[in-house]
């Protein structure tokens, strides 16, 4: 079966590949690969949709270095993997199974390359493994994907995983055509769990459609940075293309004062089209009336203080609502913290 999946796609091989020269060949391709997916539905908190279309056109080029998180979850996927392998529906199984036997429950071949789908060639998939063995849906193919993850970022999360690994798993899916996945987990380097990932249909219309909006804003992108030679016709004509994906503002802002430091140009604009004063005038509007709402929180502040003071307490516990909900805290030790819902 894996030889019929195989057959059907183009791969592009990194057999023998270090991370340099893997990363060389990935950056190459023309498309969107499952680690950029979340980032065109803003869920990459590190990047915005428009840094990595200056990216993918040429304009920019993305920073190369690796985390310690991921040089970490790099070597530790083989031992996750076999994790995996044993797992029998709980850990206490899986451990035993992992001690004592060579029978595996679970298997996935490993891909030595970059998966492309002609019917979707704007979208590449990395895979960590193609599912061959499963106990339940026996030699069906599958999608495994393997991460590393700390308690704290799984918190964060409804079943512990962030949306930009499902939106990732859900591409890998639709690039190989496989209808069912397993997320491979070890939490703070302690905590394994297996998690199947349910295969939306409209998560997957939602990538092909954003994938070749995306795609096409870049392939203009790139014939623009070869045709035109003067940069502010250019920087013009890329800032026209760029997506409007409702990014992070505090992305988009790091990112454009980032981008603004390379222009050695300076200049002036001498006669701005009124919607230029009218924002211009609206932050410094907004920026007073924060001023203003921020002293009136440290007064509030303040007096929270010294009834907590006057008590000798550390915490407030406001209980809980009508339906049993926490409405929330005060905490106040190295730092005062206040939680309220509802």
């Known amino acids: 079966m894996l030889k019929r999946l195989e057959r059907r796609l183009n791969i592009v091989s990194t057999k023998g590949m270090n991370r340099d020269q893997w990363l060389e060949t990935r950056n190459g391709l023309s498309g969107i690969g499952g680690s950029e997916i979340g980032t065109l539905f803003a869920l990459n908190p590190w990047k915005s949709a428009v840094e990595l279309f200056y990216h993918k056109v040429g304009y920019m080029t993305p920073k190369p270095l690796e985390s310690e998180s991921a040089f970490h979850g790099t070597n530790l996927e083989n031992y996750i993997r076999h994790l995996w392998e044993h797992y029998t529906d709980s850990v206490e199984g899986m451990m035993q199974s992992f001690n004592t036997s060579q029978n595996t429950l679970r298997k996935a071949r490993t891909v030595d390359g970059i998966l492309i789908n002609p019917k979707y060639p704007f979208l590449f998939a990395n895979v960590d493994g193609i599912i061959t063995k499963h106990p339940v849906y026996n030699n069906k193919l599958g999608v495994l994907e393997i991460k590393t993850i700390s308690h704290r970022v799984s918190e964060m999360w409804e079943h512990g995983i962030p949306p930009a690994y499902l939106f990732q798993i859900h591409l890998y899916c639709l690039v190989t055509g496989c209808e069912y996945a397993e997320l491979a987990s070890l939490k703070d380097g302690q905590f394994f769990e297996c998690i199947p990932i349910p295969i939306s249909r409209d998560i997957q219309e939602n990538i092909i459609e954003r994938g070749q909006d995306f795609m096409r804003r870049v392939t203009l992108g790139v014939e623009a940075m070869q045709n035109i ?96 909900n926490p409405k929330g805290r005060i905490t106040w030790r190295k730092q005062f913290r206040i939680t309220v819902t509802g």
Do not use: C, W
Not at 241 to 261: A, C, R, T, V
């Open 229 to 324: 030679l003067n940069e502010d016709e250019l920087l013009q004509y890329l800032s026209e293309l760029e997506p409007d994906y409702k990014d992070d503002p505090d992305l988009l802002y790091q990112f454009y004062s980032e981008k603004h430091k390379q222009r050695l140009s300076e200049n002036i604009i001498e006669e701005p089209d009124p919607e230029l004063y009218l924002l211009a005038k609206e932050h410094s509007t907004l920026g007073t009336q924060i001023k203003a709402l921020e002293k009136e929180q440290t007064t509030i502040k303040v007096a929270l203080q010294r009834i907590m003071e006057r008590h000798g307490a550390q915490v407030v516990n406001f209980g809980k609502d009508q339906e049993g």
